[in-house]
């Protein structure tokens, strides 16, 4: 129970937190801020949780830890579930804090506000969106697998590989689609947007979980090839 409780703290975390720096400061902090406190928030988590759960906070990141083998289907439906309900109390405190101060200028929009809703930018098209999604997505999963993989020992340094990762895929996204790479985090502000919020939000599923699959594909590639071979391929 308490791996089960540990994501859903931390991805309610995620949310408050680095959709919050959205929320709160996008208009001083911008794009590149974002992103940086997203990767920050993430490296915070891992630390905090990752001995307890693996700091999945991503049901990509656990479907690819399924590929992989390395969990149960029944862990990941606890942990996808865990989640979503994690990103939703998130979304819910930071919709709370907007409705607590209608007038304040959060992060440089006044009145109806997306909770850094996961949406497509002008002039961006769902195909484009969706590319990235995939191509961010496996970039970071990719990254996971690497950093978390026994056999390299990567160590307490993992999750700094990790909270970098995502910080990067987030500054590279966010003027596309406002960067998901993770469901979960595209679900809870969704639910308490006042705009169109699910009319993109298949983007965020199946853009993050092809990615992932790539990912463990990939993966076992490279890795495969190393050890057959002993040596960088």
Known sequence: MKKFLAELFGTMFLVLLACGSAVFAGNVIHGLGVGICF?????????????????????????????????????????????????????????????????????????????????????????????????????????ILGATDDKFGFGKFAGLAIGLGLGLVNIAGIPVDNCSVNPARSFGPALFSAGDAWGDFWIMVVGPLAGAALAVVLYRLAVNCCCCKKEAC
Do not use: R
């Open 39 to 143: 990767g920050l928030v993430l490296v915070c988590l891992c630390y905090a949780i990752g001995n307890i759960s693996g700091c999945h906070v991503n049901p990509a990141v656990s479907f690819a830890m399924l590929l992989a083998g390395k969990m149960s289907v029944k862990d990941f439906c606890f942990y996808v579930v865990a989640q979503l309900l994690g990103a939703a109390v998130g979304a819910a405190l930071l919709f709370w804090c907007v409705n607590s101060a209608p007038e304040f200028n959060f992060g440089g929009v006044t009145g109806e506000n997306t909770l850094a809703t996961n949406v497509l930018q002008p002039g961006a098209t769902s195909t484009l969106a969706l590319i990235v999604e995939i191509l961010l997505t496996m970039f970071f999963v990719f990254i």
